[in-house]
């Protein structure tokens, strides 16, 4: 599973790919849009909130 985090590779790769293109395909129709805003909910980067202390962490 090492090697999965690093490379993804079946649905996880193909979801990236589609995102990808249809990103490009929006954006050159205008849009400002991010890959991340055509994967599945289950495939978004959690949303981490910004707190003192871990921006105090971040910091050090």
Known sequence: MAY?????FGYV??????????????NMAGNKTKPSDFLPDH?????Q??????FESMMK
């Open 13 to 26: 790769h193909q979801a990236i790919q589609h995102a990808e293109i249809m990103s490009l395909t929006a």
């Open 43 to 47: 495939l978004k980067p959690p949303k």
């Open 49 to 54: 909130k910004l707190t003192e202390e871990v």
């Open 4 to 8: 999965f985090s690093i490379e993804p």
